[in-house]
């Protein structure tokens, strides 16, 4: 099992739908966990950290974190074609929690 | 002002030769990474340093030897390139080990 999964993709919605990714991770000790969005070409960004069970909302962005079940979702609001990228999920796993993991990320298309 | 940054953007070189990459945070950061992603974009982490400490070494190949001459500057040399070396690499930064980080926009080495 690998250490974080993610679905590739492609993920495809209409412009102005909910678009919903999701990440399983294999350590149950992790505390940390991150969205990154990535563009072809560009570095991965910042979205979004969660470090509590329970849901985090930023503006159009939703992170969701579910430790029983070793899972943790991203929902995207009102999908912008601008949205269009890799969706990179990170968990921070090991002894003391300082090593991360990144998904091999899921990639969403978001249709005008 | 950059927050994080990198030089060169581009290196292409020849088998055989060596090469630096230079990587520069001005966020006052204590932890800085090094990442490689590969042409399948999967993004895995090469090295950690703390304050100057190496704290995580992956299994890398000696020919990649990291440098912290201090908590602002991480460089990654290079020994004997390989045509598998080709790759992006991103130097990132975050404030402690567990918390979010933040990536430079990544070197593209070519060995020819």
């Known amino acids: 099992q690998k250490e974080v999964e993610q679905n590739s993709g492609p993920l495809s919605v209409p412009e102005g739908a909910i678009a919903s990714l999701n990440c399983t991770y294999s350590d149950r000790g992790s505390q940390s966990f991150f969205w990154y969005r990535q563009y072809s070409g560009k570095s991965p960004e910042l979205i979004m950290s969660i470090y509590s069970n329970g849901d985090k909302e930023d503006g159009r962005f939703t992170a969701q974190l579910n430790k029983a079940s070793q899972y943790v979702s991203l929902l995207i609001r009102d999908s912008q074609p601008s949205d269009s990228a890799t969706y990179l999920c990170?968990?921070?796993?090991?002894?003391?929690?300082?090593?991360?993991?990144f998904g091999a990320g899921t990639r969403l298309f978001v249709k005008a | 002002d950059t927050a994080v940054s990198q030089t060169p953007k581009y290196l292409v070189t020849q088998m055989g030769n060596d090469k630096s990459i230079k990587c520069e945070q001005n966020l006052g950061h204590d932890t800085m990474y090094w990442y490689k992603q590969d042409s399948k974009k999967f993004l895995k982490i090469m090295f950690s340093?703390?304050?100057?400490?190496?704290?995580i070494n992956e299994t890398v190949p000696n020919r990649f030897s990291p440098k912290s001459p201090d908590k602002a500057h991480l460089n990654l040399h290079i020994n004997s390139l390989e045509l598998g070396d080709s790759a992006v690499y991103f130097c990132?930064?975050?404030?402690?080990?567990?918390?979010?980080?933040?990536f430079g926009p990544g070197t593209r080495l070519t060995v020819t």
């Open positions: 990170a968990v921070n796993v090991g002894t003391g929690g300082f090593k991360t993991i």
């Open positions: 990132a930064s975050s404030q402690d080990r567990r918390r979010e980080q933040y």
């Open positions: 340093y703390n304050n100057k400490e190496l704290i």
